[in-house]
């Protein structure tokens, strides 16, 4: 999360967020030797993108082959011209321990706010459940056998409604002021909104500081399933740029 230091000077902040379940009750779904395309609709834009990925709570580790990001077209499409590969400290792979983050390395590419983003992870090792946000209200893309991350179409097996180890993408921005960060249970991470719809609180928040202030402010979602916890709005600060 992040501001700018308002001098016009580009900063990092969050453009997009989800938390990452403590629970399994993830469907039987084989996600070994194939590409999970995962979409995540941003709040501002920016000139540099990086992706976070988190194990967070869990207990499993998992080897990320290949990574991307792109701004998605329909389905699993990309836009062509905006694919880029994804690399962690240098290097096109990672192994996400159990209950740790990685931050990619920041990419050059130009992302407009309320866009689509499409980040691709091909999964060469994983020994028991993802981590995940079981209820994203978003239809996310699971492909055949094989690396399909630089793909701009990707064929597409199966799909799911969760997103697997995403919890963050940051953007550069010289325009942006901070980020709005949504506490709280299902209802906040939009518990029977429209999928694919974009509907849930959070967005709708987006949406009202956006005709109010412009693009100055993003917003995240960080919510439990089931949480007992009052929800609440934070105003986030200090952003971590990988690169």
Known sequence: MGYTNGNGKPSWVSTWGA?????????QLTVTNRTVREIAHISVGGDKVQV???????????VIGAASVGVRDSNADIVTGTLRKL?????????????????????????????????????????????????????NYVSPPGNFTMSLSMPVA????????LSGIDVR??????????FGDSLTEGNNSTMDANNRYP??????LWADFGSRFGSSIRDKWGSRDKPQSLWARNAAPAG
């Open 19 to 27: 938390s990452i379940d403590d629970d399994y009750w993830f469907p």
């Open 52 to 62: 976070r990925l988190s194990s967070l709570p869990s207990d499993v580790p998992v």
């Open 87 to 139: 690399k962690f400290g240098g290097k096109k792979s990672c192994a996400i321990l159990p209950g740790t983050t990685v931050i990619s390395d920041a990419v050059e590419l130009k992302v407009e706010a309320g866009e689509d983003l499409a980040v691709s992870l091909y999964l060469t090792s994983l020994d028991g459940p993802p981590a995940y946000h079981a209820l994203a209200w978003q239809t």
């Open 158 to 165: 199966e799909t799911m409604t969760s997103w697997l180890w």
């Open 173 to 182: 921005t010289r325009q942006n002021e901070g980020c709005v960060v949504c």
């Open 203 to 208: 967005d709708e928040l987006f949406r009202l």
